[in-house]
Each structure stands twice: as structure tokens, then as C-alpha cells.
């Protein structure tokens, strides 16, 4: 059995929860209508945190009849982890095996492209002749399907764990797979309700540290470029609070601030490619230090809303580029008054996950 994430329990981890994520999550869910139930998606660890901290607090609810947590939708890559998240939330459709960016940006080649349907697929898989390079690329399609067929959501809440722009090859993978699930979010859902998505919250959760790869580097410094020959304003501000209006200047001077002010463009155009428009609420990042040295944990945390006319793709720029946008979260002593709210909080969570652990018969959580 794999042991709990390494971070469940850390403080400043879980103000980030309580503190950036459970304000937007909670009024969304108080504007959702018609008896409908909140729809969440996660890349949530063995420790559940994130889904306990909503079962706590009434946004998602254990259903009585058959103790399964409803309407809570995660993808896992590994086995064990998987099986037993699945086996919390306790419903076999809550759960994706698979990395979250293999299955979204699946694409067809020769032999799937005849299976069109997870149904076919299914009686395919009963070929026993198949190879197992096929067996695998047929699972994976079935999986594509299901986690489409999954959309809308009011929240998805992705912890990528390492870079937002990984070591190359496909540099762009997690920025592609971003823009795939925006397009989702503009499909009806499949279930009984047909639910329509009209504003989402989306968290985007990475690293960053003196190791962020120089094609990384350089795509942040093309952003900032097309940023500045678009936007008049936008120049003016960098060189305002910059120094300079040139980016590799700035890369030079401030690589880490260049992190900051660059890929949430990304993530913008992405959105308006799609019809949504994009505000940030909170921008939030911790410093730690780790086996290879120090690095930076960054969220950003925005509402998505149905784009009319002009979709913000500068506007998004500026609020990056605002340093006081920014919310850093320092070192916290347990010991003091917010380090023991905290642990109150946490330790509340623990026990409502601790009760399902008990139920489904599964490990608990110890004592944060």
C-alpha cells in the first residue's frame, strides 16, 4: 500500500485550501440552481483532502442509501492509489486510471480509429488475439471517452505537481490538455440531468524552481513579446514596473517573476479559444525547500464565465503581471494562533474522511 502524499498535512498547503480555494468554491456552489449538485473533478492525492474538506462542508455529500460520495470525479495514474481513492468515494464511475494528460490528448491511430465507441471497444477487447500495445492503446481510448463523457464541471482542480511547461518533448502537453477541457466544459453533460456549464472555477496548481527548462524560459519570454506588441498598456507597465520593456532583459534580472507574470497567458488564450472569458481571484504561491533545493508551489485559482464580446486576454495579462495580485504564504508555526486554526480545520477534515475510511473499510488518515 503506498503511504499518504508527502505534503497532506502541511500547513501552509491547507491554508491554501481553506483560504483560496473553499471562499470561491462555496459562493459557486451557493449559485447553483434548481436542487442541481455541485460537479467536481480533482488530481486528488490518496488523502483526499480537497474532497473532504467539500463533504465537510456540505458542498458534496455522502449519500446515505450507499455511503458514495456523489458528483466527485478524479484521475489517478497510479494503481493502488486509484483503487483506493475509488474505493472512498465509492462508486465505480468515480474514477479515471490513467495521467490525466495521456488520456485527454488521445489520438487515434489505424487500428483504434475502427473503434468508435467505448461499447465497441469493450467487445473488441475480447479478442484474444489482440497484442498487448493494442490492449493498452484501446484502454486508453475507453478512458478517453469516459472522462469526456464526464463533462461539465463547476469546479476542476488541477495539482499537476511538477512544471505547468514540462521537459521537452511536447513541452506543451499540460498547456494542451488545459485547452481540451475547456473545449469539454462546453459540452452538455451525458447523464440524466444535461447539465450546462455557464461560469466554472478552474485551479491550476505547479513548481517552479532554479531547474524550470530554458524552452520553458524562452516560450514565457515569446508570451511576454506578444503581450507587448498587442497591448500599448501592457508595455507600458512592464517598463513602468520593470525597468524594461524587453523581456529577455527581464528573464535575465528575474527569471522567478517572469514565471509569475507568463503562464497564466497561456492559460487565458486557451479559455477565449473556447468562448470563456477568465478572471483571476487569487493568485498564491509557498516557498519550500526540497531533496534538489528550494522551490516555488504557485496556484492560480479563476472563474471561467461564457465569453460576451472582448474575453479579457489583456486584462488577465495585467492582473499576472501585478505583483500585489500576488498572495504569498510564509512559514507557519503550528504552534501559533494560525497554525492551530489550521490544525483544527484539518484535523475536522480528517475525521469526516476518517468516518468513510471506516465505512468502506480502507486505512485512515493519522493525526495531523
Not at 340 to 354: C, D, F, K, M
Amino acid at each position: 500500500m503506498p503511504s499518504f502524499d508527502k505534503y497532506w498535512n502541511d500547513l501552509q498547503k491547507h491554508q491554501k485550501r481553506v483560504g483560496y480555494w473553499l471562499p470561491h468554491w462555496r459562493d459557486l456552489a451557493g449559485r447553483i440552481k434548481d436542487g442541481r449538485r455541485f460537479r467536481y473533478f480533482t488530481l486528488c492525492a490518496r488523502s483526499m483532502i480537497d474532497v473532504f474538506m467539500l463533504v465537510k462542508e456540505g458542498i458534496v455529500r455522502v449519500q446515505p442509501a450507499d455511503n458514495s460520495v456523489g458528483q466527485v470525479q478524479f484521475c489517478e495514474c497510479d494503481q493502488d492509489q486509484f483503487s483506493e481513492i475509488k474505493e472512498l468515494i465509492g462508486r465505480e464511475d468515480a474514477g479515471f486510471l490513467g495521467r490525466l494528460e495521456e488520456v485527454v490528448l488521445f489520438q487515434d491511430d489505424d487500428i483504434t480509429r475502427r473503434f468508435r465507441t467505448p461499447e465497441s471497444i469493450g467487445t473488441g477487447l475480447e479478442d484474444e488475439r489482440l497484442k498487448k500495445d493494442v490492449i493498452d492503446r484501446l484502454q486508453l481510448k475507453r478512458t478517453f471517452f469516459h472522462v469526456r463523457s464526464s463533462f461539465p464541471y463547476d469546479c476542476i482542480n488541477l495539482d499537476f505537481c511538477g512544471y505547468y511547461y514540462p521537459e521537452p518533448p511536447d513541452m506543451l502537453r499540460v498547456n494542451r490538455t488545459v485547452e481540451r477541457l475547456f473545449e469539454w466544459q462546453r459540452r452538455p453533460s451525458e447523464d440524466a440531468e444535461q447539465v450546462e456549464i455557464k461560469e466554472f472555477i478552474l485551479t491550476v496548481t505547479c513548481r517552479y524552481d532554479a531547474a524550470f527548462p530554458p524552452p520553458a524560459e524562452a516560450r514565457l519570454v515569446q508570451l511576454v513579446r506578444s503581450n507587448c506588441r498587442r497591448s500599448r498598456e501592457y508595455q507600458n507597465e512592464l517598463q513602468r514596473t520593470r525597468g524594461t520593456a524587453r523581456p529577455e532583459e527581464w528573464a535575465r534580472e528575474d527569471r522567478e517573476d517572469l514565471f509569475f507574470a507568463g503562464w497564466p497567458k497561456d492559460i487565458a488564450a486557451s479559455a477565449i479559444q473556447n468562448g470563456w472569458s477568465m478572471e483571476i481571484l487569487d493568485y498564491v504561491y509557498y516557498r519550500r525547500v526540497g531533496d534538489r533545493g528550494p522551490f516555488v508551489i504557485a496556484c492560480l485559482v479563476s472563474k471561467l464565465t461564457l465569453a460576451r464580446g472582448d474575453a479579457g486576454e489583456v486584462r488577465t495579462a495585467l492582473l499576472a503581471l501585478d505583483k500585489n495580485r500576488r498572495s504569498v504564504i510564509g512559514e507557519i508555526d503550528r504552534a501559533s494562533v494560525q497554525g492551530q486554526g489550521l490544525l483544527e480545520s484539518l484535523i475536522g477534515i480528517v475525521a469526516v474522511r476518517n468516518e468513510q475510511a471506516s465505512r468502506r473499510q480502507r486505512p485512515r488518515l493519522p493525526d495531523p
